[in-house]
């Protein structure tokens, strides 16, 4: 099975992005799931419900979000009946919407995860307490998992990547908005990535206005940060392939894209 995966997408430069790049990506690859993680696409923080459709309307089969989640009061409003969207499954228990979505692709059923890390992130609760206790229960379903563990630290994406080493079909990391360079397959057979980079501008920090961060940095700390909408546009994911019968990766490869 072979599955295409878009990094964070940062407001209408990122969905500029999508509209110019995906269906060529398409084309070339021929993926059967579509993954995108869209918890910055309203101006940078948060998803509404006319970007949830909007996504859905360009081929996204799973939309995946992280810590901005609920930035956009209007979520509450249509996470419950948001059947392909997955927020972080390690909130409170009263936390609307889910953090698992099963999907079927050639009678092969997909479970889609997205969780949360903890290192220098605002969350009490651990992601890998909350594996340990679920992925029993998953695995009745399928062994063909695929984690979106949105977090800072590099070192605990490779920590969650190599203790689920051969438990899960592929861990790749989002949030910080970088690609790096580290894509590969585990001893056991689970592909990893640190993190597989962001779709938005070009000319920006992390798709926002360079000059906006820059003063948070420098002169202005509580300086409020809009998201670059000009020039060049980038799309980074991944794209990787899975045996259905093992659940393991067999090839991954980076996607860069400009336009």
């Known amino acids: 099975m072979k599955f295409i995966v878009i990094g964070d997408i ?43 459709k909007w996504l859905l309307n360009q081929g996204i089969d799973v939309i995946t979000l992280g810590n901005h989640a609920f930035d956009h009061r209007d979520i509450y409003s249509f996470i419950d009946q948001a059947k392909v969207m997955v927020r972080p499954l390690n909130l409170s228990e009263d936390t609307p919407g889910k953090g698992i979505h099963f999907i079927k692709v050639n009678q092969h059923e997909i479970a889609v995860i997205n969780i949360l890390g903890q290192a220098f992130m605002k969350n009490d609760i651990s992601p890998f307490k909350i594996l340990e206790e679920q992925l ?29 080493d051969g438990q899960v079909s592929f861990v790749y990391g989002t949030h910080t908005h970088v690609q790096t360079n580290d894509l590969r397959i585990l001893t056991n057979g689970t592909g990893y990535i640190s993190d597989i980079g962001m779709t938005g501008a070009v000319d920006s920090i992390i798709g926002f206005n360079k000059e906006d961060v820059i003063q948070r940095f420098t002169t202005k700390p509580k300086q409020r940060l809009s998201v670059e909408e000009n020039g060049q546009v980038m799309l980074n994911g991944i794209f990787f392939e899975i045996n259905p019968m093992t659940n393991q990766t067999i090839s991954a490869q980076t996607i860069h894209l400009t336009y």
């Not at 509209?19 to 696409?41: C, D, F, R, V, W």
């Not at 009745?140 to 630290?153: L, Q, V």
């Open 136 to 164: 029993l229960a998953i695995k009745k379903r399928t062994s063909n998992i695929i984690i979106d563990f949105h977090a800072e630290s590099t070192s605990e994406k490779q920590a969650m990547a190599h203790w689920l």
């Open 10 to 52: 940062v407001g209408n430069a990122g969905k500029k992005a999508v509209e110019m790049l995906l269906n060529s990506l398409k084309e070339k690859y021929k993926p059967q799931l579509t993954i995108a993680n869209g918890e910055n696409i309203a101006r940078g923080r948060g998803i509404t419900h006319s970007d949830y």
